[in-house]
Each structure stands twice: as structure tokens, then as C-alpha cells.
């Protein structure tokens, strides 16, 4: 399971620039299904000018591996990228519920690099709790 994040006024579709994003939902997604865990709202601002509206955006999007955007400032990019997530621009307004299917399919199939890295960082993390579990337990290697 990963979580992510798309910048959107209708929870419907990708249309939001992400420092002037009114909203965001955020999904968790697995092979089999995405399930809506999360809508963050925040008043309308400015397109430039108040970097401090980044910081309140980004620490909503902890946890996530991804956000779709519109657009995106470089100042945002640095702010998600040295938290995990990774920001996505599309060119077009996309249905979320595509763009959902799309990551799914990605899970299973492979082959793009966000998603793989994300997977592959959750199968370590279940690895290593699995280890200090049967550690504190008494297992011994």
C-alpha cells in the first residue's frame, strides 16, 4: 500500500497548481484498490509571494510518495523531495480515478520508477519490523 496525494478543487480530477492548491485528496493505493483516507483544504492564496503557504501543504502531505499537480514551483519540488514525496506534473486536467488505476497497475506490473522505489521501500520496512518483532521475542539469527 502507498499513499498519494493530488492537488484538486473536486476531488474528481487533477487541477490545481500545488502552492495555490485549495485542496488535496489524498488516496492509499494497493494492486487491487484505492480507497479516498484523506481531503485537506486550505484558503485560497496568491500564486507567489508566501513561501510559509508551502510548509502548512507539505507537512499535510507527510506519508505520502507522491502528489499530482498541475504545476509546481522549484522551491515546493525542494520541500517534497526531502520529505519522500514526489511530485508529478501532468499537462492536461486528469480524473483521479485514471490516474489511480494507472498507479494500481503500476504496482503489479512495474516498470515506473517512483512507484517501484515506493514498493520497494514499504517491502524493506515490513522486513525490518518483521526482524525486531521476532527480536524482542527472543529469536535468535
Known amino acids: 500500500m ?10 474528481a480530477r487533477v487541477n490545481q497548481h500545488f502552492g495555490a492548491a485549495e485542496g488535496f485528496a489524498i488516496y492509499e493505493v494497493t494492486p487491487d484498490k484505492a480507497t479516498l483516507v484523506g481531503v485537506g483544504e486550505f484558503a485560497e492564496e496568491a500564486m507567489d509571494g508566501n513561501e510559509d503557504k508551502l510548509a502548512a501543504k507539505v507537512d499535510f502531505l507527510e506519508g505520502c510518495v507522491a502528489v499530482y499537480v498541475m504545476a509546481i514551483g ?3 519540488i525542494k520541500k517534497l523531495m526531502a520529505k519522500g514525496i ?13 490516474l489511480l488505476l494507472e498507479i494500481s497497475k ?5 516498470g515506473v520508477a517512483w512507484i517501484d522505489r515506493a514498493v520497494a521501500l514499504q517491502a524493506k520496512a515490513k522486513a525490518e519490523d518483521r526482524f525486531a518483532s521476532m527480536e524482542e521475542e527472543g529469536w535468535q539469527g
Open 2 to 11: 502507498i499513499k498519494v496525494a493530488f492537488a484538486s478543487t473536486d476531488r
Open 106 to 110: 503500476a504496482m503489479t506490473e512495474g
Open 74 to 76: 522549484a522551491s515546493a
Open 86 to 98: 514526489q511530485p508529478i506534473r501532468i499537462n492536461e486536467v486528469d480524473a483521479i480515478d485514471d
